[in-house]
Structures are given as C-alpha cells and as structure tokens.
C-alpha cells in the first residue's frame, strides 16, 4: 500500500501544540481547585468539598506515560487518550461525590473551557467532534443518572464555545489550505519546468511523462488501493520517472539506431540519478521508489537493483506497465509507433516475467480506456516516447 509519510514538521507541531494543552490544562485545572478547595474553604456555597481523589489519581499517573509516548512521537492519540480518559474518570468522581450528599449536582471546571476553546490547535476536526461530543455527553449521562436538571447550563455553554471553537477551527483549516494549494501550485510548476528540460534534451521523450501519468493513474485507481490525495502524489512520482534521463549525454539518448551493450549500461543508471536528484527535494519523497524501480521486472532480470516480484515497490510495477505501454505505442527515431493491439499482446506476453501477473489482469480490464486516451491523444508534436533499448525490454 502506498502512504503518505508523516513529515518530522507535523510530528514536531503536534508534540508543540500537545505539551502547550497539557501544560495548560494541568495549571487551569489545579489552580481551579486550590482556588475552590481553600479561597472559597470558608464559604458556604452549598457545594460538596470532596477531593476528585479519582482525578487526581488519573493526572499524575497519565502525565510519565504520555510523555514516554511523545518521546518515541507516537502522538497522535495521545490528545484523544487524555481528553477521553479525563472525562471518563471525572464521571466517576462526580456520581461517587453526589451519590454521598443530598446536594443539588453542580459541577465544572474552568479547565473543560480550555479544552473545547483549545481543539482548533490541532487543526483537526475529529478531534474538536470527540471533545464536543464527550463533554456533552458526559452531562447528559449525569443529568440523567443524578436526576438534575442542572446540566442543561453546561451543555448550553459548551455548545455555544464548541461553535466558536468551530469557527476558529475553520478559519485555520482555510488559511492552511491556502498555503498547501499555494505550495503545490509552485510544486508542480517546479515538476513541470524539470519535464519541458527533459524534452528540450531529447525531443523524442515530449508528453510521454504525461501519458505514463494517466495509464499509471488509470490502473492504480483500478487496484482500489488508493485515496484521491495519493494517487495526485503518485502524479508527481509518475510525471518524473524519466528525469534521471538529464544526466544521459546526448549521443546515447538520441542515438537513431541499436544501443552498444555499453551505451545500454549507460541508460540504465537513470533510475538511480533520478532518484539521487530529487533525493532531498522537500514534497517529493515518495517518488524515490517509483523513480528508482519502475524499470524492475518480475523475474529479477530488470535493473538498476535486479528486484524481484513483491521486493519491487508496488506502484513502480504499475508504472513499470504504463511505461512500456507507451514506449511501444509511441513512435521512435528507428521506427513507427507499433499498435495498441500489438502493445497489448506484449504486455500479455510479459505477465509473470516482466510485469506483476496481478497487475497484468487489470491491464486487461482497463485497457479499452487506454485505447480510447491513445486515440484521443494530440501527437502532433510528439516524435518518441522512450531511450531506444526500453521498448525491447517487452518479450517479442
């Protein structure tokens, strides 16, 4: 399965924005009860004056274990974990306290006004509708079991801070949409200036990216394996697969003839530059393996790596079919384009030793549309597809 690896930036915010919430939410939540327990001790305020000992118990025994897990960044859950855990228990501690006294319930603590007001850090939706969610919750169930209509305040309050919160919530969420549309806006223009440089280099490679990005797209989505946000990563892997093909001299890339087995040497080392030249291109880290193992086969014959069936990255091998779709269907400066019937036969002559045997079957259910985009195409000034020696890498 293609994933989306999580960037050291995202883990080093959520542990900012987690150690802040804690922090907070620890000072907020015993200020509050030394504030009730000891300025307010000599006050009658009909209230119970027991110890949330259930709560206390559960603050101090979670803070070493949620630190362990921020250490290793296993952070994710923690937020959910704590927030959960401390309502859960505060439940027990209010129906153990009330249970004990014939006192009309009242209850709250300044510190559940931090959370709610605090969900729009995380920037995540999920985590605001668990915390609105519980808190209401929780009131309703003690409203319920204590009888009391009292709650009817604090579900009121913290729906009217929930939609405020929600609002910040979104306003975040627009601002860093914004940012993400405006950086791959000025991603993709960087990927398509790297792709014109390849086909001002050698001519017979022009739109040949793009086509290889729409077959690979095409049977990637077939496997339903995928989101939309990964197959528009995949995009960017696809349209540069080719790109280590910069570093090929000239002679060679656009030799009109048969490859030397030295010159066929050279060509082969594009996979490896390709993937060395994006190696620490920020946003493009998953088009490492696609770039590097797309001309990998299933019998371990391919190169640069010799890999060899499940070893081989899983959507390379699906680039690994697109690309020779189109390297044949493409002409080339020795010859004319070779059909889609014939390209299909080759492809089906491959399964199991060039191409995945898998993949090869949904080839042939999603080839119709392939024919249909190759039909479509404008090829006016497309002269080839592929370095001379690719297309023969498909049995014949």
């Not at 004056?49 to 949620?66: A, C, D, G, T």
């Not at 919750?137 to 003690?142: E, R, S």
Request: proline residues 4%; hydrophobic residues 40%; charged residues 25%.
């Amino acid at each position: 399965m293609y994933k989306e690896k999580i960037s050291r930036t995202f883990i080093y915010e959520e542990q900012r924005a987690l150690k802040w919430f804690l922090l907070l939410f620890y000072i907020i939540f015993f200020l509050y009860e030394v504030f009730y327990h000891y300025f307010y001790k000599n006050i009658d305020l009909n209230l119970p004056r027991e110890v949330n000992y259930w709560m206390y118990f559960w603050l101090l025994f979670s803070l070493p274990i949620f630190t362990i897990f921020m250490r290793k960044e296993k952070v994710y859950f923690v937020k959910y974990i704590f927030v959960i855990g401390y309502f859960f228990t505060s439940i027990l501690s209010e129906i153990s306290i009330y249970s004990m006294n014939n006192l009309e319930y009242q209850s709250g603590n300044a510190v559940e006004v931090l959370v709610v007001l605090f969900t729009p850090f995380f920037i995540n939706i999920r985590f605001f509708r668990v915390v609105t969610s519980t808190i209401v919750l929780k009131y309703i169930f003690l409203g319920i079991y204590l009888k009391s209509e009292n709650t009817i305040g604090p579900i009121v309050l913290v729906l009217i801070l929930s939609w405020i919160a929600y609002l910040i919530l979104i306003r975040f969420q627009d601002y860093l949409k914004a940012i993400k549309d405006l950086y791959d806006h000025q991603l993709s223009g960087i990927v398509k200036g790297v792709i014109a440089t390849i086909e001002l280099k050698d001519p017979y490679t022009r739109g040949h990216s793009e086509r290889v990005a729409y077959y690979a797209q095409t049977l990637a989505n077939e496997t339903g394996k995928f989101t939309p946000k990964e197959l528009s990563s995949f995009h960017y892997a696809c349209l540069l697969h080719d790109i280590g093909k910069v570093n090929i001299p000239d002679s060679i890339l656009m030799k009109p003839g048969k490859l030397s087995k030295n010159e066929f040497e050279v060509i082969k080392t594009h996979p490896s530059v390709g993937e060395e030249a994006i190696l620490k291109v920020k946003g493009l880290e998953d088009s490492l393996p696609i770039i590097k193992s797309h001309h990998e086969r299933w019998d371990g014959k391919g190169y640069p790596e010799k890999l060899k069936g499940d070893s081989i990255p899983f959507l390379a091998r699906v680039v690994s079919i697109a690309d020779a779709f189109d390297a044949m269907t493409s002409s080339r400066s020795y010859r004319d384009a070779l059909s889609v019937d014939e390209a299909y036969s080759r492809i089906i002559e491959g399964q199991g030793t060039q191409f995945d045997p898998q993949l090869v079957e949904l080839f042939k259910e999603i080839f119709p549309s392939w024919v249909k985009f190759h039909r479509k195409y404008d090829w006016t000034n497309t002269l080839s597809s592929e370095d001379d020696n690719d297309g023969k890498e498909v049995p014949s």
